[in-house]
């Protein structure tokens, strides 16, 4: 559901009268929060918020300061912007007699959940047994995707190999291994997991080139994933930083988003800067790097954000976490019932950082915002922004609630997640694992 700009002549004529004065209130009670929370020093501790006009409030806005997890919607918006909410992942399955191989599609999802997945209903196409299997360079296979917290884990060729052979190896699973399978086939819609998988193979190693690409009778299935606005959205509201910096790497990396940044904003990395897509702190040559930007520029961006997917056909709700309804980072703070359905918000933290920024449903229209605090009081810091937030609200004349319904994750499309294009449309084998509504 899209978020609307609204806003009444009655506001309007209202605010027109008082907008000189907003940043005055806002930027006392910045001060007050500061103090009673003892967060210092001031001149490192920004917040800023677009008024009824779209002019930006605040202090220290054109400072520089640390995005941290922030940095994960502005990931967001250059793959809505590059790849459109719509964009799936396909990870092409060639098999040929008794051999397989797997083309990637650098997938961030390639986890547990979606790797037992692929065993079962190859299982349950028949096929229990390969000779070889192969594997090329853009797959990318981390069985704790979807649970990552943890600095970008090490995947190489041979880590690639041993979790296919892990995965294909059904007789060699351990007692654990068998319970995560069934606990995944519990999750999923009734029937796609098959109760128990028999499957196992001689060989497995990297390809440069696939081997089966000009065989005859070849039969080629397709594991599709799902939308990459639910991939965004899982990855935001868990605070995923294995899945952000995966989809920042598919998009080209550091360099690439400098230059995407550069052409269609004109910012240059003076005033903004992303050496990853999750807000780790980066090591190059040695030396500490945190991705930057300002509160300005920020606000900015995640207007341009709701603006792109708006003209896609979705809304920004649809990829950043609302607070009251998403639990994740968000399960223990803005959660009230009088915020709920209001605002969409990424959190962000560090061990001397703690960010928040979004954008506000309010009556007066929209409102982009972020507040940035450069401290190691982390409770502290979420005091002042809970408060900043409210207070935002307040000034702009107050919350005005959206439709929102929350959507199950799992690593697969809800629908149909492969094909086998070597047989008729009727025949089509439904390679999906559980319905849009499931887990929440």
Not at 183 to 196: E, I, M, P, T, V
Request: net charge neutral.
């Amino acid at each position: 559901m899209k978020i609307k700009n609204q806003m009444t002549s009655v506001a309007l004529i209202a605010l027109t009268a008082t907008a000189a004065l907003a940043s005055e209130k806002t930027d006392a009670t910045f001060d007050k929060l500061l103090n009673s929370n003892k967060i210092s020093p001031k001149d490192q501790q920004s917040y800023c918020y677009t008024d009824e006009k779209g002019k930006v409030q605040g202090k220290n806005i054109d400072t520089q300061i640390r995005l941290a997890s922030v940095s994960k919607v502005l990931t967001t918006l250059w793959a809505i912007d590059q790849k459109g909410p719509s964009y799936r992942y396909e990870t092409k399955l060639f098999i040929k007699g008794s051999d397989l191989h797997i083309q990637g599609s650098f997938d961030p999802f390639m986890s547990n959940e979606k790797m037992l997945y692929l065993v079962s209903q190859l299982n349950a196409l028949g096929y229990k047994h390969f000779n070889k299997i192969t594997y090329d360079k853009n797959i990318q296979i981390f069985p704790n995707a979807q649970v990552h917290t943890d600095p970008y884990p090490l995947i190489t060729r041979d880590s690639n190999g041993r979790n296919l052979k892990q995965y294909f190896n059904t007789a060699a699973w351990s007692k654990s291994f068998k319970a995560e399978y069934d606990r995944l086939a519990s999750l999923a819609k009734k029937d796609r997991y098959l109760k128990s998988v028999d499957m196992s193979v001689d060989k497995i190693e990297f390809a440069d080139k696939n081997p089966l690409a000009d065989a005859a009778d070849v039969k080629v299935l397709t594991l599709t994933s799902p939308q990459m606005y639910k991939y965004l959205k899982e990855t935001n509201v868990k605070s995923n930083n294995y899945s952000a910096h995966t989809i920042f790497l598919d998009l080209g990396g550091e360099a690439k988003f400098a230059q995407y940044l550069a052409d269609k904003f004109s910012l240059t990395t003076d005033k903004i800067k992303m050496y990853n897509g999750n807000g780790l702190p980066s090591r190059i040559d040695g030396v500490r790097k945190d991705n930057y930007a300002t509160c300005t520029i920020m606000t900015e961006l995640i207007g341009a954000l709701k603006d792109s997917i708006e003209k896609q056909g979705m809304g920004i709700d649809d990829v950043i976490a609302v607070p009251g309804n998403d639990a994740g980072t968000f399960a223990n703070r803005l959660n009230s019932s009088d915020l709920k359905n209001t605002f969409v918000a990424k959190t962000g933290t560090l061990m001397h950082t703690s960010t928040l920024a979004g954008a506000m449903s309010t009556v007066n229209g929209m409102s982009y915002f972020g507040i940035f605090n450069m401290t190691t009081d982390i409770t502290g810091a979420k005091n002042v922004q809970n408060g900043m937030v409210k207070s935002i609200m307040t000034e702009m004349g107050g919350p005005k609630v959206f439709e929102y319904d929350i959507e199950g994750f799992h690593a697969f499309d809800g629908n149909e997640s492969v094909k086998n294009f070597g047989i008729d449309a009727e025949e089509e084998t439904g390679f999906s694992s559980v319905d849009d509504g499931g887990l929440q």
